[in-house]
Structures are given as C-alpha cells and as structure tokens.
C-alpha cells in the first residue's frame, strides 16, 4: 500500500538557521503531496500541497517540490523563526480522494 | 470560534468504561473523520464518513464504533476502554470540492487507566 517515509526527529535549530525535513514517498499512480504542521496545543493544519511532478508548494517562507524521479517531497526554509517549533506531517493522497496517508511527524524546535 | 470542536478536551478514563468523544463543526462540510495520534506513529485513520448514511472503518477501526448524528456532528465511542487507547484524538473534515485537504480540531487526550 501507500506509505511515508519522513525523517526522524527531533530536530533542533537556532533562529535564522536553514531547514530542511526530509520526505520520501511510495505510491501507485500519481498522487497529491502534502505538508501539514501542528502548532503545540492544535490540530494538524495544512501548510503546503503540491498535485503533480514539478509543482512547487509554498507557505509562509516553507517551499517544497513534487519530485517523482526521487519520489520525494522536502520541506525547506531558509531561516527559521522560533514560532516555527512545531510538528511537521508529510502526506499524500491519491487522485484527490479525501483518505490522507501520513508520515510519522518531525518535531522541530528553533531556539532563540 | 473554532471551525471543528472536539470535547471533551482531556478525558481520563478506567479500564472497561465506556467513553464518548464528540465533534462538532461549522464549516459546512460533508466529510468527517476520526483519527488517533500516538508518539511515533503518526495519525492513523478510525472510521470516516462521507454523508450522514454513510459511515466507512479505517485502518484502525477494532474496539471503536461511530455515530454521524447530523452532518455537522460525528461522536466516536470507545465501548470498553482499555490501556492501549490512550492516544491524542482528532477529529477532521473536508469538502466535497477540495476534498483532500482536511480541516481539524484541537484534539482530545485521552487516557485509560
């Protein structure tokens, strides 16, 4: 079945630093591939989604890129900010369907 | 206010009792789903349900059942807790257009003793 691979946390960094977490995917077919982000206290909310190869997602300074050679889908920003700590989900979904399949989650903290 | 409410928030239960989470939400979607969250293991799917007389099981479904009493509210019961329930609930929703980007509630954590 469809799965997601993303990289283990935690991860801490320093305010200003670069980011990258790391997504990798397995799928049938061409599938929709997404970021969510769980502040501490909240639900998981979408941050960034991209439908098909090539497509670059972008959100509040987060980018990612669709690649289907490598199957992969990181997360980057060039510097975070410490209100960035949060919880980061990979997940895709085929064809539009409403059943999401999801990574484990990466914890990041950003110090000041 | 919230678009999709969960309570209770927080729940502390014992072994055997049965428990109900509610989710309620305003944004007027007909899809709802059930989801737990345990360390590690990222969020796993319960049951899902794509209109009032339409409920489906997930990936997870063993020892929990749902109800999908109106389409802006979808409770999920745990008949009889046990320990290995203890998880962060989210309750989730989603349009008919745009479909796959689901909207969530804050969560509910529960525990069984």
């Known amino acids: 079945g469809d799965s997601v691979t993303q990289m283990e946390g935690p991860v801490t960094l320093s305010e200003e630093a670069c980011l990258t977490i790391n997504c990798t995917y397995t799928a049938t077919g061409y599938p929709s591939l997404f970021w969510y982000v769980q502040y501490p206290g909240e639900g998981l909310q979408l941050l960034l989604k991209a439908t098909k190869a090539d497509d670059k997602g972008s959100n509040k300074g987060f980018e990612a890129t669709y690649r289907k050679e490598t199957t992969s889908f990181h997360l980057e920003k060039g510097s975070v900010q410490v209100s960035d700590s949060a919880v980061y989900f990979c997940?895709?979904?085929?064809?539009?369907?409403?059943?999401?399949?999801f990574g484990k989650g990466t914890k990041l903290t950003v110090n000041p | 206010d919230a678009d999709v409410t969960q309570t209770p928030r927080n729940r502390i239960t014992k072994t055997g009792k049965r428990i109900m989470l509610e989710c309620s939400q305003t944004k007027g979607h007909d899809r709802m789903y059930w989801y737990r969250q345990d360390p590690g293991l990222g969020l796993r799917l319960i049951y899902y349900?794509?209109?009032?007389?339409?409920?489906n099981k997930g990936e997870i479904s063993d020892g929990y059942s749902v109800s999908r009493q109106a389409q802006a509210k979808f409770s999920l019961s745990l008949e009889s807790a046990i320990p290995n329930q203890t998880a962060l609930y989210f309750c989730?929703?989603?349009?008919?257009?745009?479909?796959?980007?689901?909207?969530f509630g804050a969560g509910t954590r529960l525990s069984v003793l």
């Open positions: 349900s794509f209109d009032v007389k339409d409920i």
């Open positions: 989730a929703t989603s349009g008919s257009t745009g479909r796959d980007i689901q909207y």
């Open positions: 997940a895709l979904s085929q064809g539009g369907s409403e059943k999401l399949v």
